[in-house]
């Protein structure tokens, strides 16, 4: 079988899954306890990166609760109506951390300072140095807008925490491991990490209750 390079649909899910399964059998109880994997892919562009910096260290539900108001108070999200809504969106739940950061990529997008779209394009490190050139964005932002808007297969956000959680109960580690050491255990999933990564997000969720997907 040949490795998809982007994740597209539910059937490549199926395929990456049955790849993985097959290339590490310790894999096999974690997907019988996780169930069903999410396609769960986002709109790319502003709108897909704004809301992925809104969801930063909350709640999806939290995330999606401003997320919404964010949007139904520009009506098209956009860099443009964003700047609108000025220190409004602090109003709106948004932390001025984000709002700073949403500020700046606004400017950033409409000075032409990276094309949100083909930074898709490129190789997923050349990619993560371009987006994290801006502010407040930085790894796992840029690692969640490639999986989740580029449809790319073979990423795994290491820093997140809830991931790293899963993966030291699933593979029976004594304590959770550091970002380092999830970085290396997930080499063994290439070229199917962002599948691995949806794998044991499903993982986390079926055994604390608590849906752990950024979106």
Known sequence: MKPHSRIQSDADIADGL???????????????????LPLRLSEPGFAGLASIIVSQMVSRASAQAIWGRL???????????????S??????GLSRAKHACLTALSHAVLAR??????VLDQPVEVAIAELSRLRGIGLWTSEVYLMFCGGH?????AGDVALRTAVGQGLGLKDRPDIATTQMISRDWQ?????????FWAFYAANFSREALPL
């Open 113 to 118: 300072e990276i094309d949100l779209l083909t």
């Open 18 to 36: 049955t790849h993985l399964l097959i290339q590490d059998p310790r894999l096999v109880p974690i997907a019988q306890i996780a169930g069903p």
């Open 191 to 199: 070229p199917y990490r962002s599948i691995a990564a949806r794998l």
């Open 87 to 92: 220190d409004r969106a602090l109003a709106l």
């Open 153 to 157: 297969a073979d990423v795994f956000p």
């Open 71 to 85: 949007t139904a108070a520009m009506v098209e999200p956009s860099p443009q109506a964003y700047l609108a809504l």
